[in-house]
């Protein structure tokens, strides 16, 4: 027997494979061995940039009796948890259900049904904490397998059929009205940090979706509160160590309220969305600070996370090289006192101020992540643009973290709808053909000839694993995305041959809910289900969003039907849960404002005042609004039919719910008449 990981796509596998553990991927062919030798298996999950999971791989993985013992009594199997989304919301339910608590690396015992009997997460290599060690653990199932087989098998029948018995979410029969939104609003009032911005404590994560919410919100309601709790989070982000004010971009979270120490991963989602929100934040409100981070967020994927192939890379690790050989979460982001005086000698002064280094440090060992504390004061911009670049240079000569170079479907839907978007705001043509290009690999890699979504892709090379509903839900969102933006109405067909993927594989006809993994998906203990917004906008409400688009643009009933019944959860959720619901309560503000479709016909696309009319359209803060492109008598776009210049000058079309505003060609009236109210 060997390590069967070395043919994977999957960085997180190949980082085990060479584990002297007899790894297997998730596979029929691991289960079939298990059931041969008669050994339970051990399920353990993670993913590239996790920092427990490398230092459980090292304590235990990497060790040698570790593995002997491993392979002498177990299965191991070992799954990227990026890749089969599906396999561990399935097991993770499991392990919150019977721990109350969860998290990776995810550590599951299994019987050669796949049903699980014992879990955890990490196991250290010797007891501490009150925590036995994982060779304790592995004993004890050994013998539990070897000598309580009867107990086992009644364990896991238990956990199977308690799983079966949890309640399948319950959608309301019916759209959420004016109501539901203003109550979530009021409960995300009750928990939202006034003194830092954000909501809830410690560790406190950016709240994208949410924010898309309370904008959309605003410019629906004109409820001031809603959009100060965004200006104010989204300022307080910015300004703290969750952003890196060198080279742009967020890290996952911030361990503590104040957003000062972050844990310094760097996900394409949390960027992808960040930089929407920005964007969008600077559409409604014109502020500087928000630009600038929508352009460096955009400006840090494309640098740092596209792939040779046009596509973008899942995550930059948290830890890295400090110098010294040993691996050190953030080495490559703080700096001491000492390490700016080398670099910048004079300006070591300023740079302390402007970026708020102590001399004791705002992280470990005296380092502090950099920030931008001051809100007052005025800095020499010039001084500071060339500490900048300077200290950047420097970090540049720093070992990098490591990247995991999956491309995700789900994740580059929404960095294609990010980059087009923020391209065509600030006039940056080469962002949208960044968004071009990784829409580009997604039809020629992941798509097949039936339109069915492969999940991920590596160095060109289509991963084994089938999409899932948040695959089809965010690259539909993109291209829609793309559409608007380039007036290619082929991203529009795209859209609608994965929408039609959702209605016939991943929506329940009965109730209309919606399931993360299609009717014809590999059969798992249970099929997963889960409504909720957390890192990402979860497939459910990605879809929900995706169909009221594509309806918008098409007039099709069966769409806007699916998405009406999919948004019933917002009605269930919405004032309940109102931080786990952000997009779904965004989709509810399109549906509640129409959406509105505009149209912009002009005698060429290159004309400069059709492009006024467009980039004014897409400047609308209307909630949802969908916006075509064409010349007249183009069939790039159902909504351009009958479309006709006015006096022979470009013109513009506004409707919402089949009724049409009259066409003008004055942007100003068009501004009007793209904003909500």
């Known amino acids: 027997m060997a390590n069967r990981l070395a043919h994977e796509t999957s960085p997180y596998l190949l980082q085990h494979a060479d584990n002297p553990v007899d790894w297997w991927p998730w596979s029929t062919e691991a289960f079939d061995e298990a059931r041969r030798a008669d050994k339970p ?3 353990s999950v993670g993913y590239s940039s996790c920092h427990w999971c490398h230092v459980m791989a090292h304590e235990s993985f990497e060790d040698q009796d570790t593995a002997d013992y491993l392979n002498e009594h177990f299965v191991s199997v070992k799954v990227d948890r990026e890749e089969r989304p599906d396999v561990d919301a399935v097991y993770m339910e499991a392990v919150q259900a019977a721990t109350g608590q969860g998290g990776w690396p995810m550590t599951v015992f299994l019987t050669p049904d796949a049903e699980p009997f014992y879990f955890g997460t990490y196991f250290p290599p010797a007891p501490r904490h ?121 890290a996952r979270y911030s361990v503590d309220r104040d957003w000062v120490v972050p844990h310094f991963e760097k996900m394409l989602y949390d960027n992808a969305l960040l930089c929407r929100v920005y964007a969008h934040l600077w559409r409604a409100t014109g502020s500087d600070l928000a630009r600038r981070v929508a352009l460096e967020t955009a400006d840090f994927m494309v640098r740092e996370l596209r792939t040779a192939e046009g596509g973008f890379a899942s995550a930059l690790d948290a830890d890295s090289d400090d110098g010294t050989g040993r691996h050190v979460e953030g080495a490559y982001y ?20 402007y970026f708020g280094v102590t001399d004791e440090g705002t992280f470990e060992h005296g380092r502090s992540v950099l920030q931008l504390p001051q809100t007052e004061g005025v800095f020499d911009a010039e001084k500071v643009a060339s500490v900048k670049s300077r200290l950047l240079a420097k970090r540049a000569e720093r070992p990098a973290p490591g990247r995991d170079d999956k491309v995700v479907a789900a994740w580059n839907g929404l960095a294609v709808a990010a980059l087009a978007e923020t391209g065509a705001y600030f006039g940056r043509p080469d962002l949208t053909e960044a968004a071009l290009g990784a829409a580009d690999l997604l039809v020629r890699v992941h798509l097949d000839e039936h339109a ?44 609608g041959l994965l929408l039609d993927h959702v209605l016939t594989r991943f929506t329940d006809p009965e109730t209309g809910a919606l399931y993360d993994t299609a009717s014809d998906a590999e059969q798992l203990i249970r099929r997963p289900q889960d409504p909720t917004d957390n890192a990402a906008p979860s497939g459910w409400t990605a879809a929900a969003g995706a169909l009221l688009s594509y309806a918008a643009h098409t007039g099709s009933e069966a769409h806007r039907t699916a998405a009406e019944r999919a948004l019933g959860i917002v009605k269930t959720l919405g004032p309940r849960v109102p931080r786990f619901i952000g997009w779904g309560l965004a989709a509810a503000e399109a549906l509640l404002d129409g959406p509105k479709e505009v149209a912009v016909v002009g005698p060429s696309l290159a004309d400069g005042a059709t492009a006024a009319l467009h980039r004014t359209a897409l400047l609308g803060t209307a909630p949802g609004a969908v916006v075509a492109l064409g010349t007249p008598g183009s069939d790039e776009f159902p909504l351009l039919a009958d479309r006709t210049l006015l006096a022979g000058a470009p013109a513009a079309y506004v409707c919402r719910d089949f009724t049409c505003d009259a066409p003008t060609a004055d942007p100003e009236r068009l501004r009007a008449a793209v904003k909500a109210r």
Not at 220 to 241: F, N, S
Request: hydrophobic share 40%; net charge negative.
């Open 452 to 495: 069915r979504l492969a999940r991920t892709s590596k160095d060109g090379r289509v991963g084994p694993n089938a999409g899932v509903l948040e695959d089809y839900a965010d690259v539909a969102e993109g291209f829609l995305a793309l559409a608007s933006v380039t007036g290619e109405g082929v991203w529009l067909d795209f859209a």
């Open 41 to 43: 298996l051990l399920l």
């Open 130 to 250: 009150g925590m036995p060690s994982f060779r304790q653990i592995l004993e004890g199932v050994r013998q539990a397998w070897s000598t309580r087989r009867d107990e086992v098998g009644e364990v896991a029948g238990k956990i199977v059929r308690d799983l079966a018995q949890r309640e399948i979410v319950r959608q309301a029969a019916e759209a959420p009205g004016e109501q539901e939104p203003a109550q979530a609003l009021l409960g995300l009032t009750r928990e939202y940090d006034p003194q830092r911005g954000g909501f809830g404590g410690a560790p406190k994560f950016p709240p994208s979706m949410v924010l898309e919410f309370l904008l959309r919100h605003h410019a629906r309601t004109g409820a001031e509160g809603a959009l100060q709790m965004a200006q104010d989070t989204c300022e307080r982000m910015a300004r703290g160590g969750l952003y890196d004010q060198l080279g742009g971009g967020f």
């Open 334 to 353: 703080v700096w001491t006192p000492e390490q700016l005086r080398e670099v910048l000698g004079d300006d070591a002064e300023l740079a302390v101020q």
